[in-house]
């Protein structure tokens, strides 16, 4: 399949910014940096091996299969692709809370 071209929606690059900025702002830039690297490294490895997400049951429609794929400890990638390009569509986060 080769290297996808990325193409990142505006929900997910709206995600990140509000991520990094709280990570920047509660635990500083270093932290900020970190994340933004881990979303960036996965999503690189991604548009080399798209099929190694998790088909995303409740999202995908019979047209879209959309895949998730843990990137930062605590967030997942949420993405589909195609034949040339994968389309970033958001992160959220993983953890569950409690009570």
Do not use: C
């Not at 929606?9 to 900020?32: C, H, N, P, Q």
């Not at 999503?43 to 995303?56: A, E, T, W």
């Amino acid at each position: 399949m080769g290297q996808l071209k990325i193409t990142w929606k505006r929900s997910a690059l709206l995600r990140v910014s509000e991520i990094s900025t709280w990570y920047f702002d509660t635990m500083g830039v270093t932290a900020a940096n970190h994340f933004l690297q881990g979303v960036n490294e996965t999503v690189h490895v991604l548009s080399k091996n798209p099929q190694i997400g998790v088909i995303d049951k409740r999202r995908s429609t019979s047209t879209i299969k959309y895949y998730s794929f843990v990137s930062h400890p605590k967030y997942k990638i949420v993405y589909y692709f195609n034949s040339r390009t994968i389309y970033i569509v958001t992160i959220y986060r993983t953890l569950m809370k409690n009570g």
